[in-house]
């Protein structure tokens, strides 16, 4: 069975905000019961009795024995990196322009040169759209739940789909944006 994750990326927190700001969310998700308030020694946090209430509600298909995942924690994530939908290959994610939506055709690999400056510390690290001509960061070009960049981010292993109550709720406590991830292991 694969793995599924969904990735909450808060794509404003600053370095020296991270520390904290983990620290709260992971509070605030223990006082509600998602998860234990404590890292289990392989160093995520195990679901708490109400690990549910954060997801849309969904039905085990009937007559099948479901085979429990071999990761069902949240996985918090400090440090300044890119979040991918496939965690077992690399591919370069479709992006589309933040100007003319057109998606991006990256012959020239203008696309990771840009991520890896990124990568390196330049929060400005800018791609050029081929279609309008248009530069803009390349963390602002739309990856539609496919890729994020990010300094903080949490990892719901094996989680039915979130409700979009909850990530208001956790767009609240951190008082940033945040992109979701979707992906595989
Ligand atoms: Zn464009």
Not at 35 to 44: A, D, F, M, R
Not at 119 to 144: F, H, Q
Not at 172 to 185: A, F, M, P, Q
Request: aromatic residues 8%; glycine residues 8%.
């Amino acid at each position: 069975m694969a793995d599924l994750f969904q990735t909450i990326v808060d794509t404003q927190a600053a370095p020296d905000q991270v520390d904290h700001l983990a620290k709260h969310i992971v509070a605030w998700l223990a006082e509600k019961g998602v998860v234990k308030p404590n890292p289990s020694e392989e160093g995520g946090y195990d679901r708490g009795p109400n690990a549910a209430e954060i997801s849309v509600l969904q039905t085990p298909p009937r007559g099948h024995e479901r085979i429990p995942p071999v990761h069902k924690h949240l996985q918090v994530l400090i440090g300044r990196m890119t979040h991918a939908d496939n965690l077992s290959e690399f591919r370069e994610p479709a992006a589309s322009c933040p100007s003319c939506d057109k998606p991006l055709e990256d012959v020239d690999g203008a696309w990771q040169a840009a991520t890896q400056e990124w990568i390196g510390g330049d929060d400005d690290a800018a791609l050029r759209c081929p279609e309008c001509g248009k530069e803009s960061p390349v963390t602002a070009w739309r990856y539609d739940r496919h890729y994020g960049y990010g300094n903080l981010a949490f990892r719901f292993w094996n989680w039915p789909p979130l409700k979009l109550t909850f990530l208001d709720d956790i767009r609240r406590e951190l008082g940033h944006s945040i992109v979701v991830v979707e992906g595989i292991l």
